[in-house]
Each structure stands twice: as C-alpha cells, then as structure tokens.
Nanobody, 125 residues
C-alpha cells in the first residue's frame, strides 16, 4: 500500500492550498482516509478524516470551517482544501488510510495502517 501526498507549498496568511493524496496497492473504495500534520517542534496531530462512503467528514476544531476533506473514488485520491490559512497551520501534512472504521477513534494515529511521506505547508504572516 502506498500513499503519495502532494500540493504543499509556501503561502501567505489568508491564502489557500489544496493537498492531494493518491492511494495505490489497495482498493480505494472501502478505504477510510485522514490527514494529520506535524508542526515544528510538536507532535503529529489529527486534522481531518473521511470514511470510505464520503459522508460525515470529521475535523479538528482549529480547522473546522476553513478546511474541507473530500475524495474522488475514480482517481483513488483524497483532497484537503485549506482556506484562510494561518501561520499556525504550518507543518508537514501526512495522509493516512485504514479499512476498519472505529467510531470515536478516527483521530488516533494508531487507527491507521498506511501513511504517506508528508508534504510541507508553510504559511507566512
């Protein structure tokens, strides 16, 4: 199983970026997808998750109403549209996947068995 993340970059505060993550080696339909991030000097944290059916997205409070997670099953790809970016959104963003959805545990890293390599997002003030 491989996850290839892309779309990171340098953007000014208030700007937007769209991250992509393509899954290969496993059927995309039936795979739950998530995004995590690691800010400089901090632990990796949950950002957003989306079940394989593409309904009921989940977000951490700090990105709710600014970020949107979506998926295109025809392209085996999950997206993270990030709007109104803030300097505190800076970090390496990782996509993750699993096949078993455990209610209430979607924000725990241990629930995911496959991880991408990360794509860097830098937001300047």
């Amino acid at each position: 199983v491989q996850l290839q993340a892309s779309g990171g970059g340098l953007v000014q505060a208030g700007g937007s970026l769209r991250l992509s993550c393509k899954l290969s080696g496993r059927t995309f339909v039936g795979s739950n997808m998530a995004w995590f991030r690691r800010a400089p000097g901090k632990e990796r944290e949950f950002v957003a998750a989306l079940r394989w059916a593409g309904v009921s997205p989940y977000y951490t409070d700090s990105v709710r109403d600014r970020f949107v997670i979506s998926r295109d099953n025809s392209k085996n790809t999950v997206f993270l549209q990030m709007n109104n970016l803030k300097p505190e959104d800076t970090g390496a963003y990782y996509c993750a996947s699993n096949r078993i959805w455990r209610p209430g545990l979607y924000s725990y890293q241990g629930q995911y068995d496959s991880w991408g390599q990360g794509t860097q997002v830098t937001v300047s003030s």
